[in-house]
T-cell receptor
């Protein structure tokens, strides 16, 4: 299994609070991604990174920010969580953009009350 | 917006039968990938087919790609209970940017 660790795996928080999800990889892959998975929507890309300090927005980036200060870590931050951000968040990594397979973490289930 | 759309949304078959899932997409692609997701787990890559390929095999998996129809199919032969999962197709945008776009998935149930 690819070395991807997401933390926390489960979190319950209240509306308006900040939340940070962490993705840690041991594969030294250049590309890292954050997706959210919701019933009826499948997986949607939030943000991705193509190197240290290099990030870009995905399809559903509003309300989210990311940071990548080290190759191995990609952080997803909800500055002020809303109930619409209740979801399962998946981190993924790849050695190549689009042309290679993605390796996924086990997911972080976030509930915003 | 969703690039790939799987069909059917759900499929229930008997163990030993073949399962076929379809994926349609909207714009030109460089490659198409299929992933499996077991309940409560992350997605696992199954197979990648490039736009200049028409068919690819991997074990009990057979994938076809018809770029003229912008569609792909995933065939699982001799299904097993362990194949019960959701299956997703994923496409790139063709331009090399923006990551992969996933469909909503087909939920496959294999009845013992």
């Amino acid at each position: 299994d690819a070395g991807i660790t997401q933390s926390p795996r489960h979190k319950v928080t209240e509306t308006g609070t900040p939340v940070t999800l962490r993705c840690h990889q041991t594969e030294n892959h250049r590309y890292m991604y954050w997706y959210r998975q919701d019933p009826g929507h499948g997986l949607r890309l939030i943000h991705y990174s193509y190197g240290v300090k290099d990030t870009d927005k995905g399809e559903v980036s509003d309300g989210y920010s990311v940071s990548r200060s080290k190759t191995e870590d990609f952080l997803l931050t909800l500055e002020s969580a809303t109930s619409s951000q209740t979801s399962v968040y998946f981190c993924a990594i790849s050695a190549a953009m689009n042309t290679g397979e993605l390796f996924f973490g086990e997911g972080s289930r976030l509930t915003v009350l | 917006s969703q690039q790939g759309e799987e069909d059917p949304q759900a499929l229930s078959i008997q163990e030993g039968e073949n399962a076929t899932m379809n994926c349609s997409y909207k714009t030109s692609i460089n490659n198409l990938q299929w992933y499996r997701q077991n309940s409560g787990r992350g997605l696992v890559h199954l197979i990648l087919i490039r736009s200049n390929e028409r068919e690819k095999h991997s074990g009990r998996l057979r994938v076809t790609l018809d770029t003229s129809k912008k569609s792909s199919s995933l065939l699982i032969t001799a299904s097993r209970a362990a194949d019960t999962a959701s299956y997703f197709c994923a496409t790139d945008s063709g331009g090399g940017a923006d990551g992969l776009t996933f469909g909503k998935g087909t939920h496959l149930i294999i009845q013992p």
